[in-house]
């Protein structure tokens, strides 16, 4: 009834957390478990350890909050211990991985096509390409198709691509992604903001601004997947504001074939869980099955 399918991946469900918001997996197993989720996705990795930005890094707001983290990370030698824990779990390991060039971006695909645990790569393109001057990578078309055609020479796992919502025309980047080999398309990443001290005077995170997450980003990144799915034809996950089964319908309806979960893990660690069975209950009471809601949208 929850099957999906994702490019070469069988998800027993569309449910997975996003990256950076349920660390490798392994930190909510008191919670539920993780076997029963559609994919388990993991924290970014990169090629070198990465010790993240300066503190405060979070800061919350009434309709969501401020992140700051700076992709910290143990790195992709030290991950490899990580990826072996997780070989105990029957479902999909999605690892999210970045670089500051594209020559991190192919040594981190080549080590981690070599582990059978991962069931498929999903590459962050909203970092600082540092050899042009700190623009991002997820900001060109052009960019993205060189990087993703690259990347995809030198795996043979599936290949998702996580968009930035900070950019003039998102549909163009994931055309670009698409064209280049993707798997399929992740929307969205966090959206770019900052707060004020109005005490101090001085910016709330250490770093001046981050990324903004939580329910008020829904309706935004909703709009992001509805243009997307009309324009490409690889799977959408749609990403951003999840909290209840009304957000999770909302985005199948308008196309998307799965969604990760964030900020909401932070609130109710059970949250993933919880969903799956709601959406069960949903599927049984309307005598529907998911397919049925996909792009069920009528304009």
């Not at 998800?11 to 990256?19: G, H, R, T, Y």
């Not at 064209?179 to 770093?207: F, H």
Request: aromatic share 8%.
């Amino acid at each position: 009834m929850l099957e999906i399918k994702i490019g070469n991946l069988f998800l027993k469900n569309p449910f997975m957390p996003a990256s950076g918001t349920f660390g490798s997996g392994l930190e909510y197993e008191d919670f539920g478990d993780l076997s029963e989720l559609g994919a388990v996705v993991t924290k970014g990795v990169s090629l070198k350890p990465k010790v993240g930005n300066k503190p405060p890094r979070i800061y919350e707001l009434p309709s969501g909050m401020l992140n700051s983290i700076g992709l910290e990370n143990v790195g992709i030698d030290k991950f490899t211990d990580i990826l072996n824990q997780l070989k105990a779990y029957k479902t999909n390991i999605v690892v999210n991985f970045f670089g500051n060039s594209f020559e991190e971006y192919i040594e981190v695909s080549k080590i981690l096509d070599e582990h059978n645990v991962v069931s498929c790569l999903e590459m962050n393109i909203s970092c600082p390409n540092i050899k042009e001057g700190g623009i991002c990578f997820g900001t060109d078309p052009h960019v993205i198709y060189s990087l993703v055609r690259n990347v995809k020479k030198v795996t043979k796992k599936d290949l998702w691509v996580k968009l930035t919502p900070n950019t003039g025309n998102i549909v163009s980047i994931a055309k670009a992604a698409e064209n280049a080999g993707a798997s399929a398309i992740v929307i969205a990443n966090t959206y770019t903001g900052m707060k004020v001290d109005i005490e101090t005077q001085k910016p709330a995170l250490g770093n001046i601004f981050g990324g903004y997450s939580g329910p008020a980003i829904k309706p935004i990144t909703l709009y992001h997947v509805f243009c997307c799915v009309r324009e490409v034809n690889i799977p959408i996950i749609a990403s951003g504001g999840i909290f209840n089964i009304e957000d999770v319908l909302e985005y199948l309806i308008v196309g998307a074939k799965a969604v990760q979960v964030g900020t909401a893990n932070f609130t109710n660690p059970c949250i993933l869980w919880d969903l799956i069975k709601d959406l069960k209950d949903y599927l049984i009471k309307k005598n529907l099955n998911i397919y049925d809601l996909i792009g069920s949208i009528k304009l």
